[in-house]
């Protein structure tokens, strides 16, 4: 009898773990828009932290963030070497 209840409460303990972890990705894609965080709006098309943008180089193509970015006649490079890799293929 007692090995009985021990099993049946092992297996309840069981199942209700399972059930709870099958949730638990429901409730977590649901938490953000149940309780959104104050000062977030989700229909604003501008994002909330945006520190820098981020600018491709004319001649490598790699991604600087435009306050780091070397630019010159409306272009951005990632650095001054790149610059001058553009003007010699220019000239050329």
Do not use: W
């Amino acid at each position: 009898m007692l090995f009985r209840l021990i099993f049946f409460f092992i297996l309840i303990v069981l199942v209700v773990r399972l059930v709870m972890r099958l949730f638990s990705g429901a409730f977590k894609s649901f938490k953000g828009t149940l309780f959104p965080r104050p000062g977030s709006d989700p229909s604003s098309s501008n994002p909330v932290n945006v520190i820098d943008e981020m600018r491709p180089c004319a001649t490598c193509g790699t991604y600087a963030p435009s306050r780091h970015a070397y630019q010159k006649n409306g272009l951005y490079f990632c650095n001054r070497e790149c610059h001058e890799i553009y003007l010699t293929r220019q000239k050329a």
